[in-house]
């Protein structure tokens, strides 16, 4: 069997997203090792999640740090231990900064809570019900410099009915997100998705658009 390949999954919050992709490498779904979740936040729930699971915890808290460069060097030196393959944002709600994207250009994945290039930013679950959409969704992109602008490497999609609540969004966001990280994930583990700073390539096909994720 090849090597795990090695993440480093970077979180503020909650980390559902996190919990999903412990639990595919735990089943054997995901050939991946995580080195370690490191969060900006001390009290992020994921940080349990990570130490329930004999998984390695970092904090590098941005309030302790006079500005943005300073805690981007802080972070870089943080991920540089670990020396991951593939960075996972998962839930994290600071902005990069352009030394700490250049550094691992090509392997920074985040997660969005919207159809991308649709809804880029924050409250787009707020924004999508305020602009009577039919459907929302979730997208998977490589983190550049630009907020929520790389390419997207898959998209999943959910239907918004009449008197659904953001929390109603949030909720079938969620269930989706579920399932699509560790599916990509487990792509790239098994070459199936191979990422390089020229061309994505998807089962040896150059990758012109996203993935559409069936989830049926
Ligand atoms: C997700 O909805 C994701 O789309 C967004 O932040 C949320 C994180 O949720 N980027 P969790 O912390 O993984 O539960």
Redesign the pocket.
């Known amino acids: 069997m090849t090597e795990p390949v090695k993440l480093v999954v970077i979180?503020s919050?909650?980390?559902?997203?996190?919990q999903s992709i412990i639990n595919a490498i735990e089943s054997g779904q995901v050939n991946a090792k995580i080195g370690a979740v490191i969060s900006n936040n001390p009290n992020a729930f994921?940080l349990s999640r990570a130490k329930k699971h004999s998984i390695k915890q970092q904090i590098v808290d941005h309030r302790s740090f006079n500005d943005r460069g300073a805690f981007d060097q802080s972070l870089l030196e943080t991920v540089n231990r670990y020396s991951p393959d593939f960075i996972v944002l998962?839930?994290f709600m600071r902005i990069l900064g352009s030394a700490f994207i250049q550094a691992y250009e090509g392997k920074i994945l985040n997660?969005?809570?919207s159809i991308l290039p649709d809804y880029k930013g924050l409250n787009t679950h707020q924004r999508a019900i305020d602009n009577q959409e039919t459907e929302h969704g979730?997208s998977i992109h490589l983190v550049t410099e630009s907020l929520d602008d790389g390419q997207v490497l898959l998209r999943g999609r959910y239907p918004i009915e009449a008197r659904d609540t953001v929390e109603d969004l949030q909720r079938k966001?969620?269930a989706l997100?579920h399932q699509m990280y560790p599916r990509l994930i487990q792509w790239l583990c098994d070459q199936e998705l191979e990422v390089s700073p020229n061309e994505i390539t998807f089962r040896k096909q150059l990758l012109s658009h996203p993935i559409e994720f069936n989830h049926g």
């Open positions: 979180i919050g909650n980390g559902s997203n996190l994921g998962a839930g997660i969005h809570p979730v966001g969620h997100e």
